[in-house]
């Protein structure tokens, strides 16, 4: 958390981001049900008793099969396919961030201004944070930078700060797309969960900070350094700080491993299942 000069600070938004994106996952766990997919990767009979990742490894190891190249040749491609890739990726940084600032020039962000500082005044942000707002729709880290210098309190910075870092700003949105260039997959759901995630991130940031601080165990602690460092010029070392952030930022990482360990512990209920089915049916 250098722009917020704290890594204290650096679990909270830790937090709110993994926690939303977790909400957002369980919720749309519930979309297109009544859809019936147009071909079934496992199939169907014995193949769809198999677990999921039993599954992804055997398609895994069928492509490379088909694949053909060899390895040294694989590395080599992947090397330069991830050399383009953070090519394009600073480009489109470099192209937004000049659109941002041409577009400031042109006098444009004012219309986005109004309905912006609407949106935050409905959530209850400030409207010295219209500006940052505007900055994140388009480009995370200018948003971000510019949240973190604004003239409002900590909280209210953090949460539009973990709502800017949910959304991901159009610059990302434009590598998504290249991305999936020439594919059949629908932006309208990522859109949606985007948004979805940009508001539940942003909520549980501040909910992390204010009520939600005790129950969390992060305490008077953090309620103790976070007003301090609104007004003070300096802040703590490193290890204070990691001291007063560390329940937080242990909390965040633990909550989506524990989802793992609980998926894969359902999926080996699963493949025991398999196994006797196939032993039963054997004898």
Known sequence: MAMFRSPALGGALAFGHYAGGLAVGLLFRFHARGERPSASPSGTGPAAAVPLPVRAVQAALRARRRDGRPLVRVMND???DSARTLSVIASFIVL???LLRVLARAHVLGALAWPVGLMLRAFGLP???TGAAVAGLFEIDLGCA???AAHAPLTARLALAGAII?????SVHAQVLSVLAGT???LGPYYVARLLHAVLAGGLTALALGPAAPALRLGERLMGVAPALAEASGH???WSALGAGGEMALLAALVPLAVVVLYLGWSGIG?????????????
């Open 236 to 238: 703590p070392s490193f």
């Open 166 to 170: 949910a959304w991901s700003g159009l």
């Open 146 to 148: 510019a949240a973190a």
């Open 184 to 186: 059949d997959i629908r």
């Open 96 to 98: 937004f961030s000049v």
């Open 271 to 283: 493949g025991v299942r398999f196994l006797a089915w196939r032993v039963g049916r054997r004898g």
């Open 127 to 129: 409207p010295s944070l």
């Open 78 to 80: 992947a090397i330069v």
